[in-house]
């Protein structure tokens, strides 16, 4: 199993800055995509920004140029920088991972975990 903690969501006025981070954690071997979605109020949970263990990112249209996902491999840890933050951007932020896992002799997966979620308040 893989663990992921997020911590960083907050309140904070349209154009301000915030930092999430998630950590993972468990008989991780590797964790080759991680990422961020959020959902809405009445709203889909939607894919924000993701990255792989190679460093490329794939970002939604609405947050280009806004936001900005990094990972720490070796601490199996991804940021999340949202810049120039705006009301719409209110939700709550999930991690999301695909990792596999090594246990008792044997390995899983990859399997997709999710973080129990941030939440982001952006008032205008």
């Known amino acids: 199993q893989v663990q992921l903690v997020e911590s960083g969501g907050g309140l904070v006025q349209a154009g301000g800055s915030l930092r999430l981070s998630c950590t993972a954690s468990g008989n991780i071997v590797s964790i080759n995509v991680m990422g961020w979605y959020r959902q809405g109020p009445g709203k889909q949970r939607e894919l924000v920004a993701h990255?792989?263990?190679?460093?490329?990112?794939n970002y939604a249209d609405s947050v280009k140029g806004r936001f900005t996902i990094s990972r720490d491999n070796a601490k199996n840890t991804v940021f999340l920088q949202m810049n120039s933050l705006k009301p719409e951007d209110t939700a709550v932020y999930y991690c999301?991972?695909?990792?596999?896992?090594?246990?008792?002799?044997?390995?899983?997966?990859?399997?997709?975990?999710w973080g129990q979620g941030t939440q982001v308040t952006v008032s205008s």
């Open positions: 999301n991972a695909d990792g596999v896992t090594y246990y008792s002799g044997a390995y899983f997966g990859p399997r997709n975990y």
């Open positions: 990255i792989t263990i190679h460093g490329n990112t």
